[in-house]
């Protein structure tokens, strides 16, 4: 928490609530931030997980590129 209190208020010029607040708010967006990435990966690599088992059944099935 230091850490984000030290961002939203480097020269310490805040009361300390303010600060702890802001520095509340910075830490959620930090991890939303965070979270949204992680989905994202996640989602992508089950389109490609997806894509590859779509490309081994139709090569199973005899299709493909010839």
Same mark, same amino acid.
């Given at each position: 928490?230091?850490?984000?209190e030290?961002?939203?208020?480097?020269?310490?010029?805040?009361?300390p609530?303010?600060?702890?607040r802001?520095?509340?708010?910075? @830490? !959620? *967006?930090?991890?939303?931030?965070?979270a949204?990435?992680? +989905?994202? /990966? @996640? !989602? *992508?690599?089950?389109?490609?997980?997806?894509?590859?088992a +779509?490309e /081994?059944?139709l *090569?199973?099935l005899?299709?493909?590129?010839?």
């Amino acid at each position: 928490m230091a850490k984000f209190e030290r961002e939203v208020d480097p020269d310490g010029v805040l009361p300390p609530d303010e600060r702890a607040r802001r520095a509340e708010h910075k @830490r !959620r *967006a930090y991890f939303q931030r965070l979270a949204l990435k992680s +989905a994202k /990966a @996640r !989602r *992508a690599r089950e389109v490609v997980a997806q894509g590859a088992a +779509a490309e /081994a059944e139709l *090569a199973a099935l005899g299709g493909g590129a010839a």
